[in-house]
C-alpha cells in the first residue's frame, strides 16, 4: 500500500481523568459528582500508555521518521487537541486539512513549514495555521520536539473571541488586597 492510499481509521482514545490530581483537595467520590454536572478532565499525557500514529487515522507513511507519536488530550465532543512528539530526525510531511490549528512550542526548536516558508521556531512560540494552508514540521536538532496542538472550528459563529461566544463571568468574590 502506497503512502498516499489509506485503510480505515481506527477509534480515537478516550482520555481519562487523572485523579492523583485531586488527591490534596478531594475524594474521587466528590470528583465524580462534580464531573457529572460538567464533564471536565485533568488528562495526563505521559501515564505509560502508548502514544498513537498514522495507523489510527487509517494511514501509512513509507519510513520511520515520518512515524512521529501523540496523544489525543480532550474527549472528542470538546474539541480536537493533544501533543506531538518528534524525535531528533523527525518529520511530519508538508499537508493540508480543513480545519484551521494553532501549535504551542512547548519544547525544541523544529523548523516548522507553513505555505512553503521554513520558520525557525522556540520554545512558547505559537504558531497560527488557516485552513487548507501547507504546513509540516521538521526536528532537525538533536533534542525532541514536543508541541501542543488544537485544531479549531470552521465556522465563525462557533469561534469565541473576547466580544462574542465568550461571557466569561466572575463566580467568586474577589480580593481587594
Avoid at 510531511?93 to 525544541?108: A, K, R
Wanted: charge should be negative; glycine fraction near 4%.
Amino acid at each position: 500500500m502506497s503512502s498516499n492510499e489509506s485503510q480505515k481509521p481506527k477509534p480515537q482514545e478516550v482520555p481519562v481523568h487523572n485523579f492523583g490530581c485531586n488527591t490534596e483537595f478531594h475524594t474521587r467520590e466528590e470528583v465524580e459528582k462534580a464531573q457529572k454536572d460538567y464533564p471536565w478532565k485533568v488528562v495526563e499525557p505521559y501515564d505509560g500508555k502508548d502514544w498513537v500514529s498514522w495507523d489510527v487515522l487509517g494511514l501509512k507513511v513509507p519510513h520511520s521518521k515520518y512515524d512521529l507519536r501523540w496523544r489525543n488530550c480532550a474527549d472528542l465532543s470538546l474539541g480536537w487537541t493533544g501533543l506531538v512528539i518528534l524525535k531528533s530526525g523527525q518529520v511530519e510531511p508538508l499537508h493540508n486539512h480543513t480545519t484551521p490549528m494553532i501549535y504551542y512550542i512547548l519544547q525544541g526548536e523544529p523548523i516548522i513549514t507553513l505555505n512553503y516558508i521554513k520558520n525557525r521556531t522556540k520554545k512558547w512560540q505559537c504558531i497560527n495555521i488557516p485552513s487548507y494552508c501547507p504546513h509540516g514540521i521538521i526536528n532537525d536538532k538533536e533534542e525532541e520536539v514536543v508541541i501542543a496542538w488544537c485544531y479549531l472550528p470552521l465556522e465563525d459563529e462557533a469561534k469565541p473571541r473576547p466580544d462574542k461566544n465568550y461571557n466569561w463571568t466572575f463566580l467568586q468574590e474577589l480580593d481587594t488586597e
